[in-house]
């Protein structure tokens, strides 16, 4: 399983656009299917957002959506709820949804953000708007507004790992401005989190090439593609079996100069929580692209116990350069974090570990890989565990 990420559309709803609304036992069924062929994550709705849909009350949409992840979730499955009401993702997440999937960005309801906080869940953050006039160009409004999404998140408690952004194809926008921004998909890397990007059976496929909706497969594997080659880290989709085969091809024709990496961050002096958090940052401006981060967990110190606590989180990475440069990268965030000298095994303001590169093994005076001390240290196996790394993979 590749790095890309396949969401799986489920529709409990009357009048979906693509004609795929099902009841039930029916999306039940449809959710199976799709965590049998390729979904990493099964995103279940219980309102259309096509143009000119029919609202649904919080309460109707719940009734829908509530069966449908308890029974998916009881059953192992990763499950979203597909939601903008407060109401109805209380209910997903007492369900077993560890996803919500916000088409409004936290416009609707900004208590998602602390929801998913509190749960520990996973928020995905999509652009909207009524309309589709823009008073500046339409990548820097999408911008604009993920990125004051995103930091509405953090400050309601969310961790930026468990931040994803959504440019919002088909919402707010003109055909022609939706192919734009795909083909512009690239800076919103800039955000620092995973992308997601929704483009199956989406209408531009029809207002600019002409495909009726039983022809969009087509349109859609060629824009899956056209995404994952321009940094898409997620897509969603309705045709999930063909769509993860597509997404696989499309993730091995993406330049060979990046690789894989898993880093290990920990803080046991001062701030622990924004010491990380400025460290994530520091290696994304070091040109580092986050793929996912682990929980934070906190641990006794290793050697000597006469120190305080730390905190310790692994980041799934991708790295466009050298193992060597990556060091040269950890050193520079480690200065930039006011690391202080102590002795071995001291405290410390942050410590950045490379664990993994690729499948390298790398044994120099200054640089091992696997990192020398991995096996010994449980929390780091837990959290590679966590982020799906098993120890056939190094």
Request: hydrophobic share 45%; net charge negative.
């Amino acid at each position: 399983m590749g790095s890309v990420r396949v969401m799986g559309i489920v529709n409990v709803t009357p009048d979906s656009f693509s004609g795929d609304g099902l009841d039930a036992e029916g999306a039940i069924e449809r959710g199976r299917e799709m965590g049998r062929t390729g979904a990493t994550v099964i995103d279940v709705g219980g309102e259309s957002t096509r143009p000119g849909h029919t609202p649904v009350d919080a309460k109707e949409e719940r009734r829908r959506v509530e069966p449908v992840i308890r029974a998916l979730a009881e059953e192992g499955y990763r499950v979203s709820v597909d939601t903008s009401k407060l109401y109805v993702a209380e209910a997903a997440v007492a369900a077993g949804a560890t996803m919500v999937n916000d088409v409004w960005g936290l416009q609707r309801s900004p208590g998602l953000a602390r929801l998913a906080a509190q749960g520990g869940i996973d928020l995905v953050l999509m652009h909207n708007q009524i309309g589709h006039v823009y008073a500046e160009n339409p990548i820097e409004a999408v911008k604009r507004h993920l990125g004051g999404a995103v930091n509405e998140a953090l400050a309601a408690g969310m961790d930026r790992g468990r931040l994803i952004v959504d440019p919002g194809i088909g919402f707010g926008k003109t055909a022609a401005q939706g192919l734009w921004l795909l083909r512009r998909l690239p800076e919103l890397r800039s955000l620092g989190c995973p992308i997601l990007v929704g483009v199956s059976r989406k209408s531009f496929l029809g207002t600019l090439f002409g495909q009726q909706m039983s022809d969009r497969i087509w349109g859609t594997a060629a824009a899956v593609t056209a995404s994952i080659l321009n940094g898409a880290d997620w897509i969603r989709v309705h045709d999930v079996a063909q769509m993860a085969m597509v997404a696989r091809v499309a993730e091995a024709m993406r330049p060979l100069t990046a690789a894989v990496a898993y880093i290990g961050l920990g803080s046991n002096l001062g701030p622990r929580e924004d010491h990380l958090e400025a460290a994530r940052a520091a290696l994304l401006a070091q040109g580092a692209r986050l793929l996912r981060a682990g929980s934070i967990r906190e641990t006794e110190p290793w050697g000597p116990a006469d120190q305080p606590r730390f905190l310790n989180q692994v980041l799934e990475i991708e790295w466009p350069g050298s193992a060597r440069e990556l060091l040269v990268a950890a050193k520079a965030v480690e200065k930039e974090g006011g690391r202080s000298t102590t002795y071995r095994w001291g405290p410390r303001e942050i410590d950045v570990d490379i664990l993994l590169f690729g499948r390298q093994r790398i044994q120099e005076a200054d640089l091992e890989i696997p990192h020398p001390a991995l096996r010994q240290r449980d929390f780091v196996l837990d959290a590679l565990r966590e982020l799906g790394v098993s120890q056939s993979d190094w």
